[in-house]
Nanobody, 116 residues
């Protein structure tokens, strides 16, 4: 089992920034990639950014150039630096972990609200 706990959400003004953190614990040996996902009201959950154990990253087109995902393997932490926020970034952000064998783990989410 893997436990994921997100933090760092909150309210930001348009054009502002937030840094989300995800603390992972448990059977991390099975994890090969971790990522951030988001779900806006009335919409499906979507991928925001993913990072593999080797450091390869992939981003949704909507956040490329604005968001940066990073990880600290020694601390089992994953971060999402979100810059140039706009109202369409308002959502609950979830940390996710993909494990060998097809298992996926999720945190409970942290709310990001972009509003003036």
């Amino acid at each position: 089992q893997v436990q994921l706990v997100e933090s760092g959400g909150g309210r930001a003004q348009p054009g502002g920034s937030l840094r989300l953190s995800c603390a992972a614990s448990g059977s991390m040996f099975s994890i090969y990639a971790m990522g951030w996902y988001r779900q806006a009201p009335g919409k499906q959950r979507e991928l925001v950014a993913v990072i593999t154990n080797g450091g390869s990253t992939n981003y949704a087109d909507s956040v490329k150039g604005r968001f940066t995902i990073s990880r600290d393997n020694a601390k089992n932490m994953v971060y999402l630096q979100a810059n140039s926020l706009n109202s369409e970034d308002t959502a609950v952000y979830y940390c996710g972990a993909n494990a060998h064998g097809g298992m996926s783990y999720w945190g409970k989410g942290t709310l990001v609200t972009v509003s003036s």
